[in-house]
């Protein structure tokens, strides 16, 4: 059975939508804008393009990478060579610049959680992520905290009435810009 791993940069308050400069959030490029670049911090991102298997996002996230991720082929060569998945009951078709294997519901993630391969690696898709921890299918997390309240926005966890989920802290350290890496695994 292969790890599902969601892998996220997360406010303080637990926002994870616009990390990186989409136009449609007001605190949009917040990693970026006012906290100062650590490298080190950063590490974890070449270690899960190493490690991944394949690559699960949801329908936004898939359509706001395919038409950038194919052409930064050093910083992405790793993702952009695996096998990439999409969680979608509206999705019809794969966008021909960055092919990927469509899937219409949890069900299909859980079976694909059954195959043969390396960790499956979820990046972005608040709303996905929220929905497979929800139905737990989540095994670990990598998340980097950054150090801002953001008040609105897309969080990483749902507001569903849920069990309690324990998690057992396997990795973290807190770097001078203040950033937070946390990795963790999902206790069953």
Do not use: C
């Not at 694909?112 to 972005?124: D, F, Y």
Request: avoid cysteine.
């Amino acid at each position: 059975m292969r790890d599902l791993i969601v892998t996220a940069f997360m406010s303080l308050d637990g926002v994870m939508e616009a990390p990186g400069g989409e136009p449609s959030h007001r605190s949009s490029g917040w990693t970026y804008q006012d906290i100062e670049f650590d490298p080190a911090a950063y590490e974890i991102k070449g270690r899960e393009q190493e490690e991944a298997g394949a690559m699960l996002m949801g329908r936004v996230s898939y359509e706001a990478f395919a038409p950038v991720w194919p052409t930064m082929t050093e910083e992405f060569a790793g993702y952009n060579a695996m096998p990439r998945y999409v969680v979608s009951t509206t999705l019809v078709q794969e966008d021909p610049r960055w092919p990927a294997t469509i899937l219409g519901s949890l069900e299909e993630v859980a079976t694909l959680k059954e195959t043969e391969g390396g960790p499956i690696i979820v990046h972005g898709s608040a709303t996905l992520g929220a929905a497979l921890a929800d139905a737990g299918l989540v095994d670990r997390y990598h998340l980097l905290v950054f150090p801002v309240l953001l008040g609105a926005g897309k969080r990483l966890f749902s507001e569903a009435d849920q069990d309690k989920t324990m998690l057992d802290v396997v990795e973290s350290e807190t770097y001078a810009n203040g950033i937070t890496k946390i990795v963790a695994n999902v206790k069953r």
